[in-house]
């Protein structure tokens, strides 16, 4: 089994700055990508932040400039620091990876975490 487990959220004045982290566990052969996403109340689940193996880090064009999603791959960990944060950052942030597990047929699946709650509220 592979679990991913987010930790970070909460509750931030705008202009302030959060960090979210995410840990993937279990039968871990390979981790091709990892990143995050969010979804609004209302609203579909958008990409946030990714980073592919060996590629360059996607941003949404939301958040560039001020979030940074930064990967520990010995820790098979993903962090997002998210800066300068507004009221529409307001979201459930989820940490996706796509994870080639120790299992056979030893193919690339997506996982996701349970989610954690950022706000961003005077």
């Known amino acids: 089994q592979v679990q991913l487990a987010e930790s970070g959220g909460g509750l931030v004045q705008p202009g302030g700055s959060l960090r979210l982290s995410c840990v993937a566990s279990?039968?871990?052969?390979?981790?091709?990508?990892m990143g995050w996403y969010r979804q609004a109340p209302g609203k579909q689940r958008e990409l946030v932040a990714t980073?592919?193996?060996?590629?360059?880090?996607v941003y949404a064009a939301s958040v560039k400039g001020r979030f940074t999603l930064s990967r520990d791959n010995a820790k098979n960990t993903v962090y997002l620091q998210m800066n300068s944060l507004k009221p529409e950052d307001t979201a459930v942030y989820s940490c996706?990876?796509?994870?080639?597990?120790?299992?056979?047929?030893?193919?690339?699946?997506?996982?996701w975490g349970q989610g954690t709650q950022v706000t961003v509220s005077s």
């Open positions: 996706s990876a796509k994870i080639i597990p120790r299992t056979v047929p030893y193919l690339p699946n997506n996982y």
């Open positions: 279990g039968s871990i052969f390979s981790i091709n990508a």
């Open positions: 980073l592919p193996n060996g590629g360059t880090t």
